[in-house]
């Protein structure tokens, strides 16, 4: 999650450096506290706090901020926290291009789209809990932790159904990173005159893979 603010952190921007293959608790004074709690922190600045919330939490959750000692005021009594995977575009707004790599391991893009019928391998966050169980800010072993709540994955237009080959924690990557290995279609659906489809993650968003 991003948290925006003033006076969170250092005026110059921290990211963090794992200690003993996790992420800190506390990057350059700040700390974020849920139900009283410390979690990871990703970046800390002044303006703005990555952090990674807990995979067990409460429905609703309190949260508040401290830098050097000093606790932020809570703006509001509790925050709701749901599962809901979203897939990372490079605006980050939420849609766009998915950021995604071809079979091969290539980025995709325009200059290398993806075949019909292959492979292509998308991250994301907010999956929920997995099986078996990863902790927030550990780095996720080698292993298939599938994430355990259900997900529509669709291609527009139609929205025609897919199945993901894997969708769990993405290996070597930080606990609460999403990983999701689909088969294209072959053929695409009116893929004639398009460079590019559109996939609809749940109901809230939809992003584009660039396709040949």
Same mark, same amino acid.
């Given at each position: 999650?991003?948290?925006?603010?003033?006076?969170?952190?250092?005026?110059?921007?921290?990211?963090?450096?794992? !200690?003993?293959? !996790?992420?800190?608790?506390?990057?350059?004074?700040?700390?974020?506290?849920?139900?009283?709690?410390?979690?990871?922190?990703?970046?800390?600045?002044?303006?703005?706090?990555?952090?990674?919330?807990?995979?067990? %939490?409460?429905?609703?959750? /309190?949260?508040?901020?401290?830098? #050097?000692?000093?606790?932020?005021?809570? #703006?509001?009594?509790?925050?709701?926290?749901?599962?809901?995977?979203?897939?990372?575009?490079?605006?980050?707004?939420?849609?766009? /291009?998915? %950021?995604?790599?071809?079979?091969?391991?290539?980025?995709?893009?325009?200059?290398?789209?993806? !075949?019909?019928?292959?492979?292509?391998?998308l991250y994301g966050t907010g999956g929920g809990a997995t099986n078996p169980a990863g /902790?927030?800010?550990? %780095?996720?072993?080698?292993?298939?932790?599938?994430?355990?709540?259900?997900?529509?994955?669709?291609?527009?237009?139609?929205?025609?159904?897919?199945?993901?080959?894997?969708?769990?924690?993405?290996?070597?990557?930080?606990?609460?990173?999403?990983?999701?290995?689909?088969?294209?279609?072959?053929?695409?659906?009116?893929?004639?005159?398009?460079?590019?489809v559109t996939l609809r993650v749940n109901t809230s968003q939809t992003v584009t893979i660039?396709?040949?």
């Amino acid at each position: 999650m991003t948290i925006f603010g003033s006076g969170l952190g250092p005026q110059q921007p921290v990211s963090f450096q794992l !200690k003993d293959g !996790k992420l800190p608790t506390e990057l350059a004074g700040t700390r974020v506290l849920v139900e009283g709690q410390p979690i990871p922190i990703l970046y800390s600045s002044y303006w703005q706090i990555n952090a990674v919330l807990p995979y067990s %939490i409460p429905g609703y959750f /309190r949260l508040a901020v401290e830098y #050097k000692g000093l606790q932020g005021e809570w #703006k509001a009594p509790a925050h709701r926290v749901s599962t809901d995977l979203s897939i990372f575009t490079f605006d980050g707004s939420g849609s766009g /291009r998915a %950021i995604a790599l071809n079979q091969d391991g290539t980025p995709n893009s325009a200059a290398n789209p993806a !075949k019909a019928g292959s492979v292509i391998t998308l991250y994301g966050t907010g999956g929920g809990a997995t099986n078996p169980a990863g /902790r927030a800010g550990e %780095i996720t072993a080698l292993e298939l932790r599938t994430l355990i709540s259900p997900f529509a994955l669709s291609l527009e237009p139609g929205d025609t159904p897919l199945t993901p080959d894997f969708a769990g924690a993405a290996p070597a990557q930080i606990s609460g990173v999403d990983q999701i290995n689909l088969h294209l279609p072959d053929p695409l659906p009116e893929l004639q005159n398009k460079s590019a489809v559109t996939l609809r993650v749940n109901t809230s968003q939809t992003v584009t893979i660039a396709v040949r």
